[in-house]
């Protein structure tokens, strides 16, 4: 059965700090992969989806990477802000059809000013 | 705009009672989930729908019932049954082709009165 993991659960930067969040999964054999933001009583926000043929999607600030053969992702985001402060949780997606995503537990980021 | 409508935003269950989550979408997408979110535990999964007419249980079923009469909507009941009700659920949709990413909803929280 497929398993995420998400480490550290937490993480305080001051502002401006480039920062690096971890994801691992047990079963290589993904689809795709998706990070999401969660801000405090809201739902997810997709950030960005890499699916298994890429080694990378960049938005903005934010770069994500994937590497299926040892099962992990990374999300990099540059020059932090305060409004980065959120719940971070990446999900992978094991076929094409619309079988549910397995997700992380997430990683709560809080960026000091 | 196109979106996933949650409603109501802060919902109130009493002993005994079976209360509906509203979940709409107007993204014509085919597949749509119900979470549960508590506090350090991450989403786990309760249903999903991947047509009309048609749902799955979850790792978490036991205590709630969905149905999907139609494309758009996906309402979830909390029955009686559910002795742990309170928690923040969440609404996701996707479209049925492979490299598409997950949209959710605001999400309900439920309370016990």
């Known amino acids: 059965k497929q398993e995420v993991t998400q480490i550290p659960a937490a993480l305080s930067v001051p502002e401006g700090e480039n920062l690096v969040l971890n994801c691992s999964f047990t079963d290589s054999a993904i689809y795709n992969l998706q990070w999401f933001r969660q801000d405090p009583g809201k739902g997810l926000t997709s950030l960005l989806l890499i699916q298994s043929s890429q080694r990378e999607q960049t938005s903005g600030r934010l770069n994500a990477s994937l590497d299926k053969s040892s099962g992990r992702s990374t999300l990099y985001i540059a020059a932090s802000q305060p409004g980065d402060s959120a719940t971070y949780l990446c999900a992978v997606n094991e076929d094409s059809g619309n079988t549910p995503l397995v997700f992380g537990k997430g990683t709560r980021l809080s960026v000091i000013a | 705009d196109g979106g996933i409508t949650q409603s109501p935003k802060y919902l109130f269950r009493k002993e005994g009672q079976n209360v509906t989550l509203s979940c709409e979408q107007n993204?014509?997408?085919?597949?749509m989930y119900w979470y549960r979110q508590d506090p350090g535990q991450g989403l786990r999964l309760i249903y999903y729908s991947q047509i009309v007419n048609d749902f799955q249980k979850g790792d978490i079923a036991e205590g709630y019932s969905v149905s999907r009469e139609k494309k758009e909507s996906f309402p979830l009941t909390v029955t009686s049954a559910q002795k742990n009700p309170t928690a923040f659920y969440l609404c996701a949709s996707r479209r049925d082709s492979g490299n598409q990413p997950q949209h959710f909803g605001d999400g309900t929280r439920l309370s016990i009165l």
């Open positions: 993204l014509n997408h085919d597949a």
